[in-house]
């Protein structure tokens, strides 16, 4: 596991750094620490980013922009918490206040362990030969009559099964949304949203029902959730 830190604060990045090292789940891992040049950073092969929002040189979200490897989980660390505010257009998985690195840090590694647990979550696609596929991998569900297609990065995935006892399964899940009378997304990869359209990661775009009112809202409350 390789992990990056961005940081202007020499002195803030070094106590972090000694924060990550002494916690079971990193112990093993590679830690760099970046204070400047940070434009010329090469930061495709990091599994977990922690990077300041307000640097000196440049800004974190713009830098956090080109992050392309969307597998990177990115740690916004900041002493103005409002800000948070400002990264709803990234894919973040946490932030953390300076002023409570110590509690906030805590918080990760418990979203972390949360997180890895949901991610090993297996849905039963056919019983008889035992076909699974996990849940985290859907991007969406459709439905045609009585069969219900998932689809995820590369793959499609068949089921004889309605699309009423998908909604039940899986929008118990705040990560999943019914946004017509067809379509299940799955809000993790969501790139641009509206109360007329949503469009994911692999550009698919779906026309959203006036029946979904609350879209909006529930995926405020899945990206607070997953911060």
Do not use: P, W
Request: hydrophobic fraction near 35%; glycine fraction near 0%; charged fraction near 30%.
């Amino acid at each position: 596991m390789k992990i990056g830190i961005i940081d202007d604060d020499v002195s803030f990045s070094t106590q972090l750094k000694n924060k990550i090292k002494t916690s079971l789940y990193f112990e093993d891992a590679e830690i760099v620490v970046f204070n400047e040049k940070f434009e010329t950073l090469d930061l495709m092969d990091y599994e977990y980013l922690f990077m300041d929002i307000m640097l000196l040189q440049t800004s974190g979200i713009e830098l956090a922009k080109k992050v392309k490897n969307k597998q990177t989980k990115i740690i916004f660390v900041s002493a103005n918490e409002a800000l948070v505010y400002d990264c709803f257009d990234i894919h973040l998985y946490f932030f953390i206040r300076k002023a409570f690195y110590e509690e906030d840090f805590k918080r990760l590694l418990l979203k972390i362990e949360k997180d890895e647990a949901e991610s090993n979550k297996q849905y039963l696609l056919d019983e008889k030969n035992h076909q699974y596929i996990r849940c985290v991998d859907i991007y969406y569900i459709q439905s045609h009559r009585n069969v219900c297609t998932f689809y995820t990065k590369d793959q499609e995935f068949q089921q004889y099964t309605t699309l009423k006892k998908c909604t039940e399964y899986f929008c118990s899940n705040i990560a999943f949304y019914k946004i017509n009378s067809y379509t299940i997304i799955n809000f993790k990869y969501v790139t641009k949203i509206n109360h007329q359209s949503v469009t994911l990661l692999n550009q698919q775009t779906f026309n959203v029902s006036r029946k979904a009112k609350d879209l909006i809202e529930k995926y405020h409350t899945y990206r607070r959730y997953i911060q």
